[in-house]
């Protein structure tokens, strides 16, 4: 984002503050990854969408209607989507136009989430984390997410509070769905993390790295050591520790 308030190389979906939460204050225990938050988010999946749209050139934003005839799968109407998101008409129907030409059908399969991470961490296995990311998103459970929960769930993770954040992020350690988290569950999606991106951090990353965090951090977590993390449990704990949130705004840049 540039002083004036233009966006470039992709930034058309800024946090609402403007700020750039992967800057810390002097003196944190966290450190600032190698690629920026803003870096990682644009590049897996809002700038996938983004360099799609590039690639079809301007557009007269009235094809919108007649584009939403042309798809499998017809999400609802834009303005019923900005009233459920953050994102204004224009963003809506850049996501949109982006999706459409990666997605034709009007959903996204899992197959498609793995080729996105696999293109931006090469050097890594994001297949995993891909797999549980994927699930995150497919709100129905019926494996392939539509253009409104896709944008439903980008517009939490950009724009949301700080509480809707930690919901969302709930919802993709709870592998299962059950509504608890289990210690094997955190070290799942922990470990598909480190061996996406964890040579991509300063400094480097152990091997024992997913398992010391999720020792560390279900400790804490689990207040009535009944071996499960409730949403109430997680949410608190998160909020009143500033070691477990720095290392969550880590692993947000992997959305």
Wanted: with cysteine.
């Amino acid at each position: 984002m540039q002083a004036d308030g233009k966006a470039v190389d992709g930034d058309l979906l800024p946090d609402a503050n403007g700020k750039d939460l992967s800057e810390q204050t002097d003196g944190s225990k966290w450190q600032r990854p190698r690629l920026s938050r803003k870096s990682l988010m644009k590049c897996c999946l809002v700038k996938w969408i983004i360099a799609s749209t590039a690639q079809q050139g301007p557009a007269d934003t009235s094809d919108s209607d007649l584009e939403l005839s042309m798809v499998r799968h017809q999400p609802e109407g834009l303005e019923q989507l900005q009233a459920q998101t953050q994102f204004t008409k224009k963003e809506l129907q850049s996501l949109y136009r982006g999706f459409k030409n990666e997605c034709p059908s009007g959903l996204v399969d899992e197959e498609t989430f793995k080729s996105i991470y696999s293109q931006f961490f090469p050097q890594g296995d994001a297949t995993t984390y891909a797999h549980f990311l994927f699930n995150a998103f497919d709100i129905d459970r019926n494996g392939s997410i539509r253009f409104e929960d896709f944008v439903i769930g980008l517009s939490v993770l950009l724009r949301g509070s700080v509480t809707e954040k930690l919901r969302w992020a709930f919802n993709l350690y709870d592998i299962n769905k059950d509504g608890l988290v289990t210690k094997e569950e955190m070290l799942a999606i922990m470990t598909s993390i480190y061996d996406m991106m964890g040579r991509y951090t300063l400094p480097s990353v152990k091997e024992d790295s997913p398992f010391e965090h999720v020792e560390k951090f279900f400790q804490k977590m689990d207040r009535n050591r009944d071996g499960v993390v409730t949403i109430d449990e997680f949410i608190e704990t998160c909020q009143k520790d500033e070691d477990i949130m720095a290392s969550m705004q880590l692993f947000e840049n992997a959305i």
